[in-house]
């Protein structure tokens, strides 16, 4: 008996050797960026840390979405939101052939719909338009400089469109600071959608384009099917 014992506790305390000298690197990464965002709120302006705390406070009491100053501010609120958001659980896997890129940016998309109490059909929608505008990416533009220097999933150069959704500073959609970002970029699409009267009950292309005036109108229809299973994905 006592060799059973013995040979037990051995195997325990093994198997616990191992599991520490796993964890060990992560924990290791883990205090490494809360010493980077110590750092990042020690620099911050205030506007832009009162920005992050009503964020914060958005997610976790479930609050309506609250306007804040400058899109400076804005841009803040939606990254924490969107680190927030994230910590509730993984990611799905990406479906419909999209990348993980592409996948984390739909995921944006359909977030910002949720916070705006718009229905799934809006999600899909939004998805559609940027798998048609986009495919999924973040684009800046080589005639918009302030664009090149946003984080980006490439170039594009048609007029002075930017972003998810190739909105377009000189057509008043917004900044190109704003229009770079994919939350701001979203919330502006959901905005101008809910201006379309019964957008609900229009055939998709119809919608996106009544949003979009694209020189193809019917071109977001062929992504109706992936774009929904995309959704389907991220809401379930």
Not at 71 to 84: I, R, Y
């Amino acid at each position: 008996m006592q060799a059973i014992v013995n040979d037990v506790t051995r195997t325990v305390a093994g198997s616990l050797t191992t599991a520490l000298d796993r964890l060990h690197p992560a924990l290791v990464r883990l205090l490494a960026g809360l010493d980077q965002a110590q750092s990042a709120l020690n620099r911050m302006h205030p506007a832009r840390l009162r920005a992050l705390v009503l964020a914060v406070l958005i997610v976790c009491l479930g609050a309506a979405p609250i306007s804040l100053a400058g899109s400076g501010d804005q841009q803040a609120a939606s990254a924490v939101v969107s680190a927030v958001g994230d910590s509730r659980g993984a990611a799905p896997a990406p479906v419909a052939g999209l990348s993980r890129t592409q996948m984390d940016h739909a995921r944006t998309i359909v977030r910002v719909g949720q916070q705006m109490n718009l229905p799934e059909r809006a999600y899909v929608i939004a998805v559609a338009t940027s798998m048609q505008e986009t495919n999924l990416r973040n684009l800046a533009n080589t005639g918009v400089p302030a664009s090149l220097h946003k984080a980006n999933d490439g170039v594009g150069y048609d007029h002075d469109s930017v972003g998810l959704f190739q909105q377009r500073p000189a057509s008043g959609w917004g900044s190109p600071d704003e229009l770079m970002d994919p939350a701001t970029s979203a919330r502006k699409f959901y905005q101008a959608l809910q201006d379309v009267p019964g957008w609900q009950h229009l055939p998709l292309t119809v919608a996106a384009q009544e949003v979009q005036g694209s020189a193809f109108p019917d071109a977001y229809a062929k992504h109706q099917d992936e774009a929904e299973a995309v959704v389907a994905a991220l809401t379930k």
